[in-house]
């Protein structure tokens, strides 16, 4: 079955959890890949089909030091299978203490997430930013995308936020934004 109609089927039956009509294009995933250190572990949330994860592959990330956390079981099995070395993780990312445990006690080198946050209140968003947040090293960023027009998660005081890219080859178009506590 292809991606886009594995999408669109996990869209109808669970819209909650599937933020968008479409698989990230490469292009996205690309833009994503572009804003961290590859050399760190990385802690990916939300992956889906993997656009994303085969991005950092691409770009020279040791698929060994990646981390995927991913709430659908289909999905995290479909990654699981083009990405035996990456590590999977069927979890919630919104509960990274109970979904990664002590398992990963060194700080991440940096975070992206597919994370459809704009279906989540403000409040479980900001949630969200902070344990991802607590996950990195100081510095780390966490990279974000997102079909609105402004940040889907508004900075805490010690965070900063900036958007790095707006990707028109995208379903819909979409933008990168990168969160760093200070």
């Known amino acids: 079955m292809s991606d886009s109609l594995r999408f669109i089927g996990h869209m109808i039956s669970r819209p909650k959890m599937v933020g968008a009509i479409a698989p990230s294009s490469r292009a996205l995933a690309r833009a994503i890949a572009a804003q961290i250190d590859i050399a760190g572990t990385i802690l990916e949330l939300g992956p889906g089909t993997g656009v994303t994860t085969a991005a950092l592959i691409a770009r020279g990330a040791a698929p060994q030091r990646i981390v995927a956390v991913e709430f659908n079981p289909d999905f995290a099995r479909l990654v699981a299978q083009r990405f035996p070395r990456v590590t999977v993780i069927t979890g919630d ?5 109970t979904t ?7 700080p991440f080198g940096a975070a992206v997430s597919g994370v459809p946050l704009l279906n989540h209140s403000m409040a479980r968003r900001q949630l969200f930013l902070q344990g991802v947040l607590q996950r990195l090293k100081p510095g780390a960023p966490c990279v974000q995308f997102s079909y609105g027009l402004h940040c889907p998660v508004a900075p805490p005081a010690d965070v900063t936020v900036v958007q790095t890219a707006f990707v028109l080859f995208n379903l819909p178009p979409a933008r990168v934004w990168v969160y760093r506590k200070v």
């Open 100 to 106: 990664l445990g002590t398992r990963f006690a060194e």
């Open 93 to 97: 990312a919104f509960d990274l203490a």
